[in-house]
């Protein structure tokens, strides 16, 4: 389909951890990518589980005060049952199998996918100094580490959009 | 439906250039439809697509991902050998329909 103002670059924001907030980045970064668009991921925050080695793949999804949540079935999960011990961990079992399903990777996984394609990936400099992470601690894909001022940078041109997740 | 000559065979396709009956699909047809995308195919190019056209076949979704695990090119090869939109273009010249995933 031939457009007037195409997209031709997307830089993505996660400043969240939870396996929702993750995978949006990714499957909108991973999209990017499949149509030729360039892609910048950038992490900060809490996101920063999502490209720190030991935690990509271990993320959780929300159990307590998430109102969308529904039991198998369809019926809404009364937030008190979030507070079990293990409901958590149960929840986001499920999600990762549901997701399988659909052939949808990993983390880690993903991020090799998303950087075999071409699109970055980058790690916010106030993140890294609150948590006290080493760029050894973050995994191989993350091209550098940015201030806001040079995400910006990188970030700009015509055809280019920012997307906060 | 839209009708399109390649290597002097009438083939259908919609409005996109994919081919909507796989079967008219033929390795001549291959080339001259790589050569609308700019791509010259080589042997790589058409073991993926035979890998492709085996998926689609067996009625099993393609993605990304599933090119890793294809054996026959990891996902870097394949952005290299489809450049651009590689999923996009690899099943638009092995003659099978727009994968409706998104991943």
């Known amino acids: 389909m031939e457009q007037k103002f195409p997209i031709k670059k997307v830089s993505l924001i996660c400043a969240k951890g939870s396996i929702e907030d993750v ?4 499957i909108l970064g991973n999209g990017a990518v499949m149509e030729g668009l360039e892609a910048n991921l950038f992490f900060t925050f809490f996101g920063m589980d999502a490209i720190t080695k030991n935690r990509m793949d271990k993320l959780h999804t929300g159990v307590v005060g998430n109102p969308a949540l529904r039991l198998p079935g369809g019926m809404r999960m009364p937030t008190l049952l979030g507070i079990i011990p293990g409901m958590e961990a149960f929840t986001s079992w499920m999600m990762k199998g549901q997701m399988e399903k659909l052939d949808i990777p990993p983390v880690s996984e ?8 071409g699109g970055k990936i980058y790690a916010c400099k106030t993140a890294v100094d609150m948590f006290k992470l080493k760029k050894e601690d973050l995994s191989d894909h993350v091209s550098r580490i940015l201030t806001v001022g040079e995400f910006y940078e990188l970030a700009g041109g015509e055809g280019a959009q920012i997307i906060f997740t | 439906m839209a009708q399109k000559t390649y290597a002097d065979v ?3 396709v919609n409005e996109e250039g994919y081919f909507t009956n796989p079967s008219q699909w033929t390795k001549e047809i291959a080339v001259e439809i790589a050569k609308e995308e700019g791509i010259v195919l080589t042997g790589q190019h058409y073991a993926i697509m035979e890998f492709l056209r085996n998926r689609f076949n067996g009625g099993e979704a393609l993605s990304i991902r599933s090119i890793n695990h294809s054996g026959v090119i990891d996902v870097k090869t394949f952005y290299q050998l489809f450049p651009g939109a590689p999923l996009k273009k ?11 995933s998104c991943v």
């Open chain 1, 23 to 26: 995978y949006a980045t990714l």
């Open chain 1, 110 to 117: 993903f991020l090799d996918l998303i950087t075999a394609g």
């Open chain 2, 10 to 12: 009438k083939v259908d």
């Open chain 2, 90 to 100: 690899a099943t638009k010249i092995a003659g099978i329909p727009k994968p409706a």
